[in-house]
């Protein structure tokens, strides 16, 4: 399935303005739900629902999600910012450095 079509199937989120993501006391992001970032607010949305947080299962999990994404975020480093934070996370559990998981703080409408 293409990431269009993997969005529809995932929980609405219109009553969400924002999402934030911390590592610990720290914000590392902010997705605003507008558009050119409301897909990753949906995706970290279905997510944090499902795994309560952001850790290297929920970020295997949303490498799926995003479908053909992923495979240019990996050939394009940085271009898709939201992708690469579930990829280091990955990295970091795999390495058991830096961050392991992240918490979610939705900011409603």
Excluded: W
């Amino acid at each position: 399935m293409q990431f269009s079509e993997i969005l529809a199937t995932l929980p609405a989120i219109d009553h969400i303005a924002a999402l934030e993501l911390f590592d610990g006391d720290v914000l590392v992001a902010r997705l605003e739900n507008k558009p050119g970032t409301a897909g990753s607010v949906r995706v970290y949305h279905a997510l944090m629902q499902e795994f309560g947080e952001i850790n290297a299962a929920a970020a295997t999990k949303g490498l799926q999600l995003y479908a053909e994404h992923t495979a240019d975020a990996k050939a394009f480093q940085g271009k898709h910012p939201n992708i690469d934070r579930l990829l280091t996370l990955i990295s970091n559990a795999d390495e058991h450095t830096g961050t392991q998981s992240l918490t979610v703080k939705l900011i409603q409408q």
